[in-house]
C-alpha cells in the first residue's frame, strides 16, 4: 500500500506491537488480558478513561487484509472477539488448529 519499510520495522511499527505484547501499561494489551480472562468487552470499556484503538480498528485492519488477499488469523480471530462472534477460548483453539503454512 506504499508504507517505507522503515516504518513498519522502526519504533511505529515493531515497536508499538511490543509495547502492546508485553507492557502492561498497553491499553490495547489491557484489553486483550481482560477479554481473555473472561470480562465483557463494554464492561472493560466503561472502565477505562483511555481508548484502546485496537478496539474500533481491528475491523478496519481485517477488510484491508481480505482486499489485499492477506490472511491475518490471529487479528482475525481478535475482530471476531470484538464483535462477540467467538470466544477467546474458541479463539485459542481454532488458532491451534489451523494447518501449518510456510510463512514468508
Known sequence: MGAK???VTGLSG????MLTCFVN????????????????LDDILSSMNQVAEGVSTAGA????AQKYKVKMPVLTA??????NE???????????????????
Not at 78 to 83: C, L, N
Open 86 to 104: 467467538l470466544t477467546p477460548k474458541k479463539a485459542v483453539l481454532e488458532l491451534v488448529n489451523l494447518p501449518q503454512v510456510e510463512e514468508v
Open 14 to 17: 515493531t515497536g508499538d506491537v
Open 61 to 64: 485492519v481485517i477488510a484491508l
Open 5 to 7: 519499510p522503515a516504518t
Open 25 to 40: 501499561l498497553s491499553r490495547n494489551r489491557t484489553v486483550g488480558v481482560r477479554l481473555g480472562s473472561g470480562e465483557k
Open 78 to 83: 481478535v475482530a471476531r472477539i470484538i464483535d
